[in-house]
């Protein structure tokens, strides 16, 4: 099997306030090299890297507004977060948590730091994922998905860390995340000086970002903190070695190939379906969710 090899280290753009919540580094969309159709079906990336909140009796966040046409994923890894969505979606996702939210034909939903967290405050530490869905799944039903930490399968490395499976499989263990199409999504957790070895199909569009430390890849080139490695669409195989003790999310997904028409909150097949996407979210057919 060949080798994966890198195709570009991004480091972290200046970031920017999402409400007054989450404060991110935006990797997708960002430029062609991780444009959405690049990344595909991945068609963002938002990291909120650690970050200090002060106590506040008045938690922060995003209040209510609409998705329909894909999936939003939160991974938290220092905090709490407080989700809530017109289809009845909703809860408390903490350190090591995920929130998969299915919006498909159309929620209204709000994300605020947790209640009780937010009067104290503290590191901030998340990544939001939005995942395209196929056009034949866009107007199926919303769902969502509240995925403890320890829900997900965890494979042991020995001396050399673990692998965190949120969804796909890594060496054939399963993580609990139901996904729409082929999308794999874990987090590499490495001693200093461990090793892994990951394999996803040559077509599938890989990266990955590193949250806590730096790793080596491939034996090579060095990826820092909070910077993002996206590999080629050659070769299978890839190693990352961690130079201290390290924290790597890898992401890897099949390209779903079908026209993107992003606007705003909606991410649709046609200009037509984006149109429809605001009548239908003017005239109410989105629900209602307190602000």
């Known amino acids: 099997m060949a080798t994966k090899k890198v195709e570009i ?3 972290p753009k200046p970031p ?3 409400g007054d919540g989450f404060r991110v580094h935006n990797f997708i969309p960002s430029g062609f090299r991780l444009d959405m159709k690049r990344m595909d079906p991945f068609i963002m990336l938002d990291y909120n890297s650690k970050f200090h909140f002060s106590g506040t009796d008045t938690p922060r966040g995003v209040g209510v507004h609409p998705h329909r046409g894909f999936e939003t994923v939160t991974i938290a890894y220092k905090g709490r977060v407080e989700h809530g969505d017109s289809a009845g979606g909703g809860g408390i996702i903490g350190e090591g948590d995920v929130q998969w939210m299915t919006a498909a034909s159309g929620v209204l939903h709000k994300e605020f730091h947790e209640t009780e967290w937010a009067k104290e405050g503290g590191i ?3 990544v939001q994922l939005w995942v395209n869905l196929p056009a034949k ?3 199926s039903p ?5 995925i403890k930490n320890s829900e997900m399968k965890n494979v042991d490395l020995g001396e050399n860390g673990f692998i965190e499976v949120i969804a796909g499989d890594y060496n054939g263990e ?3 995340a139901s996904t729409f199409s082929p999308v794999n999504l874990m987090n590499a957790k490495l001693k200093k000086g461990g090793k892994a070895d990951f394999s996803f199909p040559a077509g599938f569009n890989t990266a990955a970002l590193v949250i806590e430390g730096s790793v080596v890849v491939n034996g090579g080139e060095k990826v820092p903190t909070d910077h993002l490695v996206l590999f080629g669409n050659e070769g299978e195989n890839f190693t990352f070695e961690a130079t201290e003790d390290s924290i790597v999310l890898v992401i890897s997904g099949e390209p ?3 026209p993107i028409f992003p606007h705003g909150p909606f991410v649709m097949n ?3 379906e984006i149109i429809q996407a605001f009548d239908d979210y003017n005239n109410g057919k989105f629900g209602y969710l307190e602000d």
């Open 142 to 146: 919303p769902k969502y998905q509240a």
């Open 174 to 176: 399963k993580g609990p």
């Open 9 to 11: 280290i991004v480091q």
């Open 256 to 258: 779903l190939n079908e």
């Open 16 to 18: 920017h306030f999402v």
């Open 270 to 272: 046609s200009r037509e």
């Open 124 to 126: 901030f530490q998340m």
């Open 137 to 139: 799944d866009k107007m």
